[in-house]
Structure formats: structure tokens, C-alpha cells
């Protein structure tokens, strides 16, 4: 966490709550798995709750669903007949997913993958006005290079932990993790075709508007 824990508390406390299902979600996901801080939770949930009800999106691409907090926090912002695309690597998260998906009103605007999203991602053929990429940190740079194309001009790309613990602040660390994320940052920050501000929100989350 960046914030001081009572700035963070004090954040929460004035922001506006999440609906009563995700709330379930987030108890389910801390008993049923073992990585439950992959989720993101209320107050990160929120805000990409408002990006994507301020963009309105036809089209929303996520990059690791896992059990499917960010993306109905995400759903929320579609137009009725917009659909939000979905990859997870793993097969094992697909029951919890599904039992949310069903409990919120965009279970017919969902469509899930199971696989590597380096093989999938080339096959979905749409154009998307938001991206959030939330996947192995290590091919952080390598996903950017199959999105980019994908993301319509003007269109949003989200990318989270991008602070990575404070990691990437700190040039004596250099684990890969930590490498990939600094050199996604870096490439964002150089491309002349995006516009990019990063939030200390968390672990850190990249907000990039292509251009």
C-alpha cells in the first residue's frame, strides 16, 4: 500500500460503497483462494468502476480476470449493448466467476477465455475504448506490443501494479518482475502516441490514452 493506512482508511470511509454482490465476492475470494490480494478490491474497484461509466465503452478487453471483482466493476460503465471480453490462464477461478457473474445484471454482456492471453488476444478480433491489463507482471511489455493495435484511438489502457511494491522506485532491485514493470512504464512513457499519468493507487495503477 503507498498511502499512509489512515489516509487510505480515510479515502474508503468518502468514497462511495460497492454494490452488496461484490462485497460477497471479495469475503468468497479471501476464504476459497490462496493469492486472495490478486483482487482489487473495494476502493481500486471503484475507481475503475467510474473510468469505465465516464467512457462508456461498447468494447472492454481484460487481461486476468481471476474471480471476476474488476471485471463487473468494469461492466458497470458498458453501454447496454456493450460486452467486455475476459482471459484468465486459470481454469480453476471459472466457479466463483460464474456464480458472480450470474448475481450481477451483466452476466449476457461477459465472455470468458481460458488460456494464455499472448495466443488468445490475437484471435479477438474488436477494436476496444478499454483495456485493463492485470496478468503476469513479466510479459507486461510483451502484452503492450498485441493491445496497443487493438485499443481505438482515444481509448483507455489500464494497467495495474505498476509501482509494484515501491519496487520499481528502487534501482537496486532487479528481480524480473521489477525489470518488465519498469521497462512497461518506461516504453508508456516514451511512446508518443500515448498520453499516460500513474496513480498511487494501491500498487499502483497506469492510466494511458492513446492518442
Same mark, same amino acid.
Given at each position: 500500500m503507498i498511502l499512509h493506512p489512515d489516509i487510505q482508511e480515510y479515502v474508503e470511509v468518502f468514497s462511495s460503497p460497492a454494490p452488496d454482490y461484490l462485497k460477497e465476492l471479495e469475503k468468497e475470494t479471501y476464504i476459497k483462494t490462496v493469492l486472495p490480494q490478486m483482487i482489487s478490491g473495494e476502493y481500486q474497484g471503484r475507481l475503475l468502476s467510474m473510468l469505465s461509466k465516464l467512457i462508456r465503452p461498447l468494447n472492454i478487453l481484460e487481461i486476468g480476470t481471476f474471480?471476476?471483482?474488476?471485471? #463487473?466493476? !468494469? =461492466?458497470?460503465?458498458?453501454?447496454?449493448? &456493450? /460486452?467486455?471480453?475476459?482471459?484468465d490462464i486459470n481454469e480453476e477461478y471459472k466457479e466463483i466467476q460464474n456464480l458472480f457473474f450470474e448475481k450481477s445484471d451483466f452476466r449476457n454482456q461477459i465472455i470468458q477465455y481460458t488460456g494464455n492471453a499472448m495466443e488468445i488476444i490475437p484471435g479477438i478480433d474488436i477494436k476496444f475504448d478499454l483495456i485493463f491489463l492485470d496478468a503476469d507482471k513479466k510479459n507486461y511489455p510483451?502484452?503492450?506490443?498485441?493491445?496497443?493495435?487493438?485499443?481505438?484511438?482515444?481509448? #483507455?489502457? !489500464? =494497467?495495474?501494479?505498476?509501482?509494484?511494491? &515501491? /519496487?520499481?522506485?528502487?534501482?537496486?532491485i532487479n528481480d524480473p518482475e521489477t525489470d518488465a514493470l519498469r521497462k512497461y512504464n518506461e516504453i508508456l512513457a516514451n511512446d508518443p502516441a500515448m498520453e499516460v499519468i500513474i496513480l498511487p493507487v494501491r500498487d499502483g495503477i497506469s492510466l494511458a490514452r492513446k492518442l
Open positions: 474471480t471476476g471483482y474488476s471485471a #463487473l466493476c !468494469l =461492466a458497470e460503465g458498458l453501454r447496454p449493448e &456493450g /460486452k467486455l471480453h475476459t482471459i510483451s502484452y503492450y506490443k498485441l493491445i496497443k493495435p487493438k485499443l481505438k484511438k482515444g481509448g #483507455l489502457l !489500464l =494497467a495495474d501494479n505498476v509501482l509494484w511494491y &515501491g /519496487k520499481v522506485a528502487d534501482p537496486q
